[in-house]
């Protein structure tokens, strides 16, 4: 059984940077893609960022150029750089794999 559980997270002034991780256990995940998601206050639930498998990676426009998703196959982590936070990234943040979904760590950013 996939487990999933995110860390990282915390309150940071807007300009700011966190790193969160998800560390993944249940198999190997070198052969499936990985993403995170947030969902905001009030807000559905939306997607950051995957990290494809083969390499590949893809953003939600509003985080391009400032996260960068990378993931540790050997260690079964995923990862997700976070610069230049803004408030409006005020979230709750999930690790996504397979049909999985970790518990999510909270990101809330102050002005």
């Known amino acids: 059984q996939v487990q999933l559980v995110e860390s990282g997270g915390g309150m940071v002034q807007a300009g700011g940077s966190l790193r969160l991780a998800c560390a993944a256990s249940?198999?190997?995940?070198?052969?499936?893609?990985m993403a995170w998601y947030r969902q905001a206050p009030g807000k559905a639930r939306e997607f950051v960022a995957i990290s494809g498998y083969l390499g590949t990676t893809l953003y939600l426009n509003a985080v391009k150029g400032r996260n960068t998703i990378s993931r540790d196959n050997k260690t079964n982590t995923l990862y997700l750089q976070m610069n230049n936070l803004k408030q409006k990234s005020t979230s709750i943040y999930y690790c996504?794999?397979?049909?999985?979904w970790g518990r999510g760590t909270q990101v809330a950013i102050s002005s």
């Open positions: 249940g198999r190997s995940f070198s052969d499936t893609n």
């Open positions: 996504h794999i397979l049909e999985s």
